[in-house]
């Protein structure tokens, strides 16, 4: 059917709706790459590269083991090691693929490591953000939490908090192995498209959050000595000026939904309470304002719905790009021949 189509016609019939989110994220990058230097300032080490790869490393290494287990035992293999590596390497070629979408989501949020959002838009909104909650609350709601400061609490919740790194990876990477290939397409799609728009929004509406926009005005420390291991760490490696909407409460909610819609209730409870006690955390360890947390659901709809459509759209816009295959009739061939 494609064997007449030219190049370009040959790259969009292969294309998944993921690759085209991945050359629009890249123009737009380019584009403000171009016209900023943030490309200077930005740092990624081995542990950072680890950490983006793990899922994959994980199934990497799965895939090699089961191979070379088949291989071993398998005469048919032996006969003719070559068809055999060719399907190997198509293996691994389906996985990079499949996980494309993960590699984008790690770059978009290490991109906010580089003082990127200040790059562009260098005006933060903190004091606009802050007086909606004082609006709401009468106050700010991290300075009304600190009579019920406690340790124990501040440990509790910033386990939480931290957990979010592996929530995401560590559920992907469930559905992957045991075979949820849609499911998992579905995630990854929503959870890219929830990650883009929370970046443009960070550039739209830069903050650094209450613990630091109000920093005077706290009488008591989360933390017993300012030198805590734990706030040491995650001091070193948050992002700042990734307030509005909170991603930390987005994407658990954005996966809380895909649970309930699968009406998996045990899992879904779980995850709903997962995403009560990490918007909790978000406010009490003062990185948060309430109203980051109550702009998160039409992000995450939005981001859920749309998946869906562009998963459900993709491939009649593809056919619409292609184009009609082209007749057979019409290839040229040799003239006919002329006799008498």
Known sequence: MTGQRNWWQRVVAASRVEDLLALTA??????????????RRFQLGLLD?????????????????????????????????????????GKLVQLFRDWFPFFLLSAFYYSLFTNFILRVNPHTADAHLAAIDAWLLGDQAAILLQPWVRPWLTDLLNTIYVSYLLYFPGIAFYLYVTGRHHTFRRVMLGLLLLMGMGVVSYILVPAIGPGKFF????????????????AMLIDRYRVVHDCFPSLHVGIPLLLCLYAWEARARGIATLATCYVLLMAAATIYLRYHYVIDVLAVPPYVVTAWRLADLLLAKWDSWQAWLIGPAPDPADRPGPAPSQTG
């Not at 890249?26 to 490309?39: C, N, W």
């Not at 090699?64 to 003719?80: L, N």
């Not at 920093?215 to 734990?230: A, G, I, K, N, Q």
């Open 49 to 89: 590269i680890f950490f983006i790869l793990l899922p994959l490393l994980l199934l990497l290494f799965k895939i090699v083991i089961t191979e070379f287990v088949a291989f071993s035992r398998s005469e048919e293999a032996s006969a003719d090691p070559e068809s055999y590596l060719w399907d190997f390497l």
């Open 215 to 230: 920093y005077d005005r706290f009488t008591v420390p989360l933390w017993e000595r300012p030198s805590d291991p734990m």
């Open 26 to 39: 890249t123009l737009a990058a380019l584009v403000l790459l171009a016209v900023t230097d943030s490309y």
